[in-house]
């Protein structure tokens, strides 16, 4: 059975770091554009971070939302069928829980970032992420 399973997040003060990754089972993550999304209470869903296919599909592009660029981080580890989020420099603005999201390869990143969660085939569990002191 297809499946995402995402680890990492947790506890951490401002100005610390966690990393998130995404681990696909009974698929390939190289195929696929995969992005990381993020969901406060009382805030709007956000897509943080989309990275397209790996496969040479696609022109593996990155996009990082304004609110994290220069903070955090997407990567690819193909070997391990996982994707990474390294979040630096973490505010009390980045708590939410955040998922990670597959679809098959994307015309652009941004455009898969700001897509509904509706369109999204294939999602991670969700992992916490809070910032506080």
């Known amino acids: 059975q297809a499946q995402i399973v995402q680890s990492g997040g947790g506890l951490v003060q401002p100005g610390g770091s966690l990393r998130l990754s995404c681990t696909a089972s009974?698929?390939?993550?190289?195929?696929?554009?995969v992005g990381w999304f993020r969901q406060a209470p009382g805030k709007e869903y956000e897509g943080v971070s989309c990275?397209?296919?790996?496969?040479?599909?696609?022109?593996?592009?990155?996009y990082y939302a304004v609110t994290v660029e220069g903070r955090f981080t997407v990567s690819r580890d193909d070997a391990k069928n996982t994707v990474n989020l390294q979040m630096n420099d973490l505010t009390s603005e980045d708590t939410a829980t955040y998922y990670c999201?597959?679809?098959?390869?994307?015309?652009?990143?941004?455009?898969?970032?700001?897509?509904?969660?509706?369109?999204?085939?294939?999602w991670g569990q969700g992992s916490q992420v809070t910032v506080s002191s």
């Open positions: 999201g597959a679809v098959p390869p994307t015309l652009t990143t941004e455009r898969f970032c700001g897509v509904a969660p509706r369109h999204i085939g294939h």
């Open positions: 009974a698929f390939s993550l190289k195929h696929y554009a």
């Open positions: 990275i397209n296919s790996s496969d040479g599909s696609s022109d593996g592009s990155i």
